[in-house]
C-alpha cells in the first residue's frame, strides 16, 4: 500500500506542478518548434555545458548517441526507480514538472532519469509530382498546338505512410527506453515510467504490445499529434 500511495502522490504532485507552471507562464503554454534530426546532437552538445556535471549521462553509442539526465536518491533508503520521457517537443531541461521532477524526487528517495523522445516523426504524407517521362505516350505524341493537362500529383495513401510513420516513431523511442532502463541507477527494482503528449501515448501502446514493461505508467496531458 505504501508503494501505490507513493505513486498517487507522485502523480498529484507533478500534476499540480504542471498546472502551475501553465497559469505562472503563459508565454510557454505554446510547444517549441520541431528540431531536425541532424540538430540533436547539437543541441545534446548544448545542454551538457549547461546542466551540471554530476547530472550528466551520455547512453548509446555512435548515431544512436543521446544525452540524458539523472541524479540518484539523496535519502540513502531509495524506493526504486523513475524514467521521464519528454514530449516529443521538449529536451530534458524543459521548463515546467520536468526541472521541478529532476531536484524534488530524490529528495523523497527516488533514482530519477529523464531522457528525450528522440527523432520522432509527424510529418504529413508527401505529394509525388511525376516528370515529363511518365506521362504517356499519347500526351508525349500530341500535336504541339494542343494544349495537354499536366499530369495529377500521386499522393502516398495516408494509411501507408502513417502506419510506417508509426513504426519508425516506436521502433526509435523503444530503443531509447531500453538504453535508458539499463542506466538506470538500480535497474534490477524494475521503474515507474512517466512521460506526456505523443511519447506517452506511444509509451503507452508500446506497455499494451508488453514491448516495455515497467512498474506503473503515469500520465500527463496524452496527445498524439493529427495533421
Do not use: C
Amino acid at each position: 500500500m505504501k508503494y501505490v500511495y507513493t505513486v498517487v502522490l507522485l502523480f498529484s504532485l507533478i500534476g499540480t506542478l504542471y498546472a502551475e507552471e501553465q497559469q505562472t507562464l503563459p508565454d510557454q503554454a505554446q510547444p517549441e518548434p520541431y528540431i531536425p534530426p541532424q540538430q540533436d546532437r547539437v543541441l545534446d552538445e548544448r545542454l551538457a555545458k549547461m546542466l551540471p556535471a554530476g547530472q550528466i549521462k551520455w547512453l548509446g553509442e555512435g548515431d544512436g548517441k543521446y544525452l540524458a539526465r539523472a541524479k540518484a536518491d539523496e535519502t540513502g533508503n531509495p524506493l526504486g526507480n523513475i524514467l521521464i520521457v519528454t514530449d516529443a517537443n521538449n529536451t530534458i531541461d524543459a521548463p515546467g514538472y520536468i526541472r521541478h521532477a529532476i531536484d524534488y524526487l530524490p529528495s523523497v528517495a527516488w533514482h530519477t532519469m529523464i531522457i528525450s523522445a528522440g527523432d520522432l516523426d509527424f510529418t504529413a504524407p508527401e505529394v509525388k509530382i511525376p516528370d515529363s517521362q511518365t506521362q504517356s505516350t499519347a500526351e508525349q505524341n500530341a500535336d504541339s498546338e494542343s494544349e495537354v493537362a499536366p499530369p495529377e500529383p500521386t499522393i502516398v495513401p495516408e494509411s501507408e505512410w502513417y502506419e510506417a510513420q508509426h513504426k519508425a516513431n516506436m521502433a526509435s523511442l523503444i530503443a531509447r527506453v531500453n538504453l535508458a532502463v539499463n542506466a538506470l541507477s538500480e535497474p534490477q527494482r524494475g521503474y515507474i515510467l512517466l512521460s506526456s503528449g505523443a511519447a506517452a501515448s506511444l509509451l503507452s501502446t508500446a506497455i499494451k504490445d508488453k514491448q516495455i514493461s515497467p512498474k506503473a505508467l503515469v500520465i500527463i496531458d496524452i496527445d498524439y499529434p493529427v495533421l
